[in-house]
């Protein structure tokens, strides 16, 4: 059983940058593809960010291309979705997500949640 906590988030304006964190109390974090993902108000849960085992691959949602970056520290069992240039359509809960499944971008392929963390961006 994999927990994950996520922290970081906050209220922000359009424009500014915000790092979201999410901790692993999994030893073996190593082993599993990291993702990131959010649910706006009202709507269905969204990939944003996966990363690979060992970092060295990344995906991500069209939005979020060249604004967000996806990162991991597996000696920390932490993962970190650094986001700049935030809009207002960002705005959402944040939720780390661990699985086994390569490439994957789909909720029901990650088995293991956090709680969320809410990002508010302001106009």
């Known amino acids: 059983q994999v927990q994950l906590v996520e922290s970081g988030g906050g209220l922000v304006q359009a424009g500014d940058s915000l790092r979201v964190s999410c901790a692993a109390s999994?030893?073996?974090?190593?082993?599993?593809?990291m993702g990131w993902f959010r649910q706006p108000p009202g709507k269905e849960r969204e990939f944003v960010a996966s990363i690979s085992y060992s970092g060295d691959f990344t995906d991500y949602r069209d939005s979020v291309k060249g604004r967000f970056i996806i990162s991991r520290d597996n000696a920390k069992n932490t993962v970190y979705l650094q986001m700049n240039s935030l809009k207002p359509e960002d705005s959402a809960v944040y939720y780390c997500a661990a699985t086994r499944t390569i490439g994957s971008i789909w909720v029901r392929e990650y088995d293991y949640w956090g709680q969320g963390t809410q990002v508010t961006v302001s106009s």
């Open positions: 999994e030893g073996s974090f190593s082993r599993y593809v």
